[in-house]
């Protein structure tokens, strides 16, 4: 059973800086299947990132996903006040089929 | 306008069941795989069911499978999800997504609905 880590669980930060999120996973992953999500208080889940690393429609491109293997990273290079969220990974795969991090709250410092 | 929208959630007692119903529009839903993903009070996302295009190929989380049915009628553009023998644990707000498939690439679940709660209570 894979399991995704995402460190740290809150991040604390101001407007205008970077913000870089971590997702790990116990086994490798496949790249072309790990996707980021956004979620909102009270909303449904927003994808960001799809294949790893290709930005989904009408997503900034102040948003990039990195990484292979086991170690994914999302980066938010300059923060704007509507990306204080929670951030999820999530990895396609054998078992469980569908597998999410649990999170990482970005939260204004 | 591209909209999933569910609905058919409330509050059940534990044994009971309940169908969720995840309407779409505004896209080709019978192109699309579909999934139900709940989330917990105050939890992250969890996985429970995903069927395909035609309705041949359904897979469920452990936690669910066989208790949960999932089905799909492309005719009227809806994803359903039958939840019998419901538990406490089971108590999520319900989202439904969507899936545009691939053999090579996953393309992540790009659409979601608003979600519909379900509450598993005496």
């Given at each position: 059973?894979?399991?995704?880590?995402?460190?740290?669980?809150?991040?604390?930060?101001?407007?205008?800086?970077?913000?870089?999120?971590?997702?790990?996973?116990?086994?490798?992953?496949?790249?072309?299947?790990?996707?980021?999500?956004?979620?909102?208080p009270?909303?449904?889940?927003?994808?960001?990132?799809?294949?790893?690393?290709?930005?989904?429609?009408?997503?900034?491109?102040?948003?990039?996903?990195?990484?292979?293997?086991?170690?994914?990273?999302?980066?938010?290079?300059?923060?704007?006040?509507?990306?204080?969220?929670v951030?999820?990974?999530?990895?396609?795969?054998?078992?469980?089929?569908?597998?999410?991090?649990?999170g990482?709250?970005?939260?204004?410092? | 306008?591209?909209?999933?929208?569910?609905?058919?959630?409330?509050?059940?007692?534990?044994?009971?069941?309940?169908?969720?119903?995840?309407?779409?529009?505004?896209?080709?839903?019978?192109?699309?795989?579909?999934?139900?993903?709940?989330q917990a009070p105050g939890k992250g996302?969890?996985?429970?069911?995903?069927?395909?295009?035609?309705?041949?190929?359904?897979?469920?989380?452990?936690?669910?499978?066989?208790?949960?049915?999932?089905?799909?009628?492309?005719?009227?553009?809806?994803?359903?999800?039958?939840?019998?023998?419901?538990?406490?644990?089971?108590?999520a707000v319900?989202?439904?997504?969507?899936?545009?498939?691939?053999?090579?690439?996953?393309?992540?679940?790009?659409?979601?609905?608003?979600?519909?709660?379900?509450?598993?209570?005496?």
């Amino acid at each position: 059973e894979i399991v995704l880590t995402q460190s740290p669980g809150t991040l604390s930060l101001s407007p205008g800086e970077r913000a870089t999120l971590s997702c790990r996973a116990s086994q490798s992953v496949t790249s072309s299947y790990l996707a980021w999500y956004q979620q909102k208080p009270g909303q449904a889940p927003r994808l960001l990132i799809y294949d790893a690393s290709s930005r989904a429609t009408g997503i900034p491109d102040r948003f990039s996903g990195t990484g292979s293997g086991t170690d994914f990273t999302l980066t938010i290079s300059r923060l704007e006040p509507e990306d204080f969220a929670v951030y999820y990974c999530q990895q396609y795969g054998s078992s469980p089929m569908y597998t999410f991090g649990q999170g990482t709250k970005l939260e204004i410092k | 306008e591209v909209q999933l929208v569910e609905s058919g959630g409330g509050l059940v007692q534990p044994g009971g069941s309940l169908r969720l119903s995840c309407a779409a529009s505004g896209f080709t839903f019978r192109s699309f795989w579909m999934h139900w993903v709940r989330q917990a009070p105050g939890k992250g996302l969890v996985w429970v069911s995903r069927i395909n295009s035609d309705g041949s190929i359904i897979n469920y989380a452990d936690s669910v499978k066989g208790r949960f049915t999932i089905s799909r009628d492309n005719a009227k553009k809806t994803l359903y999800l039958q939840m019998n023998s419901l538990r406490a644990e089971d108590t999520a707000v319900y989202f439904c997504a969507r899936e545009l498939p691939d053999s090579h690439i996953y393309y992540g679940m790009d659409v979601w609905g608003q979600g519909t709660t379900v509450t598993v209570s005496s």
